[in-house]
């Protein structure tokens, strides 16, 4: 095992560190050498462009996955597209449109609740593809169609590398059904570029996440849009392993109801990259400053402000979750340590769920 994590002192970081190369990968098999689209069979467009809405199926981080690849296949694919835990589909499930394609999004490839929907829609005659990194498992194996989303395994409990991996083959399946206007394997070059820059700044993220959380019983990730999806992974990861409470949500719902937690020094994460938003977020992030919370802003290039915690660096909008997403897991990850805790292993807690 540890030869496997080399210098690593756990497979997280290493996973984490990995993304870049992963981001290129992707590229790799996804562009042929003049940026044309390759990999993905006419058979998955067709049925695909056949559907008049997409059910993206997921549990987890793979569902966050979802929620960023939403914006992809309605913006550019202008497929009209809902995202669904697979737990709630499975027992629930709501009513469909008249052609509805699934997309199954699992790292794993094995998880039961994921399953169990893939059999209710196949019952009901309807096409699946399923996106995963382990593939001949049985989600790829049970669905119409399969695509890799090329991670490479993926060992400690917190996902990290499947998610922007999951992302990058969401929007590199949404651009091979529409267009994204504008040259997406170049700005993918850029991504896998700014990725490395921002894990290459780890003391930064290692202070921050010392400095607020440390002692810290309860955090918060805030943002909107895009943010706000990209909120729920960043709560997601720093509570899975530090057991620190972590909230992660849409920054318009603060004063509905989260504002009255906020206390002297609470740690209050925002995540400011979508500048339709940028205004709003910095009005919410004032608020709970004057209410004593410990604001740390992670804000892209064109958005930053002086005293924001880092600045990310800028690419597409829509491709900024692929950014934000890593200073969130490397404190996560500093967090966990600084607590003194197994960061690959945390309680409770497994890699494949396969039982419901
Ligand atoms: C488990 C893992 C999560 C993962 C989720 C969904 O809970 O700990 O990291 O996101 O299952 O797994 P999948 O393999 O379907 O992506």
Request: proline letters at 4%; aromatic letters at 8%.
């Amino acid at each position: 095992e540890d030869t496997d994590k080399g210098a690593y002192p756990y497979y997280m970081l290493k996973e984490i560190d990995e993304q870049a190369v992963v981001a290129r990968n992707i590229a790799g098999h996804y562009f042929d050498e003049d940026g044309n689209l390759q990999g993905i069979p006419c058979a998955v467009t067709d049925a695909i462009e056949a559907a008049d809405r997409l059910y993206i199926v997921a549990a987890g981080t793979s569902y966050h996955a979802g929620l960023i690849g939403k914006r992809y296949f309605e913006q550019w694919a202008k497929i009209p597209t809902e995202v669904h835990i697979a737990s709630e589909f499975a027992y629930d499930q709501p009513m469909l449109s008249e052609k509805p394609f699934f997309i199954f999004l699992s790292q794993s490839g094995e998880t039961a609740d994921s399953r169990e929907v893939l059999d209710n829609v196949k019952k009901q005659g309807y096409p699946a593809l399923t996106l995963a990194n382990v593939m001949n498992s049985t989600l790829t194996r049970e669905a119409d169609f399969a695509l890799p989303v090329l991670a490479g395994p993926e060992i400690a409990v917190a996902s990290t590398k499947a998610y922007t991996a999951q992302v990058l083959v969401q929007a590199i399946l949404a651009a091979s059904l529409g267009n994204p206007g504008f040259d997406l394997k170049a700005e993918l070059a850029k991504v896998a570029v700014e990725i490395q820059a921002i894990t290459d700044e780890k003391e930064s993220f290692k202070k921050i996440a010392e400095d607020a959380l440390k002692d810290q019983h309860s955090a918060f990730y805030i943002g909107r849009g895009l943010d706000a999806a990209v909120a729920l992974e960043a709560a997601l990861k720093l509570k899975e392993i530090s057991y620190i409470q972590t909230e992660g949500f849409a920054a318009g719902e603060l004063k509905h109801g989260t504002i009255s937690l906020i206390e002297e020094g609470t740690p209050v994460f925002a995540l400011l990259t979508q500048s339709k938003t940028a205004g709003l977020l910095r009005g919410e992030v004032a608020q709970v400053a004057a209410r004593g919370a410990n604001t740390i802003v992670f804000a892209s290039e064109e958005l930053a402000k002086e005293g924001d915690a880092f600045v990310l660096p800028q690419v597409n909008e829509l491709l900024m979750p692929l950014l934000a997403v890593i200073p969130a897991q490397l404190v996560a990850y500093y967090a966990t340590l600084a607590r003194g805790l197994d960061v690959d292993r945390p309680r409770n807690l497994a890699k494949s769920v396969t039982v419901q």
